[in-house]
């Protein structure tokens, strides 16, 4: 059984950086694994932010960036926005299987 | 713009089957792969099942293994998730999702999602 970890909570200030990661039972993330970052608030849908590590859709500002860091994938906001509180959650891919993170409730005080 | 809508949800017992639809629009459907991910009450997200853009290949959760069919008609820009043997772990909000142009791991685009509760 596959486990993808993240960091369960997380606390920021306005304009500040924060760094989430998501780290694999089976080992080092890396780019095969295409690292998804998305972000869900209470009552929505989730809404992709990060593809393929690092790249970012049309709608994706320009604060938010993925990365390799350490064996896991990181997220990283920079210039923290109170409308960034919500839930992040990592997504892995394992060749013909998809593992989500358990997510982070990141919040902005 | 894109747009995935989902329905079929509801309230079913445990032991009965429900299959969920999700029509697409405002993209050419048969090129892109496409998810099923639910989440449960207060709860994070899980992969279902995804379907390749020609229907050719299907992966399935272990949880859902056995129990659960993806299927798609292309000619009606729809994904289906037939779900058989339910139980209580299986309430969730069910999401369709599609996979990124070009990629095999990649998800952009989300439905608003279907709620299927089961309860007796």
């Known amino acids: 059984q596959t486990v993808v970890t993240q960091e369960p909570s997380l606390t920021v200030s306005p304009g500040g950086t924060v760094t989430l990661t998501c780290a694999s039972s089976t080992g080092a993330v890396t780019s095969v694994y295409y690292p998804n970052w998305f972000q869900q608030k209470p009552g929505q849908a989730p809404r992709a932010l990060i593809y393929s590590t690092n790249k970012k859709h049309s709608w994706t500002p320009a604060r938010f960036s993925g990365s390799l860091l350490g064996g896991e994938a990181a997220l990283t906001l920079s210039g923290v926005q109170p409308e960034d509180e919500a839930e992040y959650y990592c997504l892995l891919y394992y060749g013909g299987a998809w593992v989500f993170g358990g997510g982070t409730k990141l919040t902005v005080l | 713009q894109v747009q995935l809508v989902e329905s079929g949800g509801g309230v079913v017992q445990p032991g009965r089957s429900l299959r969920l639809s999700c029509a697409a629009s405002g993209f050419i459907f048969n090129n892109f792969g496409m998810h099923w991910v639910r989440q449960a009450p207060g709860k994070g997200l899980e992969w279902v099942a995804v379907?390749?853009?020609?229907?050719?290949?299907?992966y399935y959760a272990d949880s859902v293994k056995g129990r659960f069919t993806i299927s798609r008609d292309n000619s009606k820009n729809k994904v289906y998730l037939q779900m058989n043997s339910l139980g209580a772990e299986d309430t969730a909000v069910y999401y369709c999702a599609r996979i990124t142009s070009g990629t095999y791991g990649d998800v952009d685009y989300w439905g608003q999602g279907t709620l299927v509760t089961v309860s007796s």
């Open positions: 379907i390749w853009y020609d229907g050719d290949n299907k």
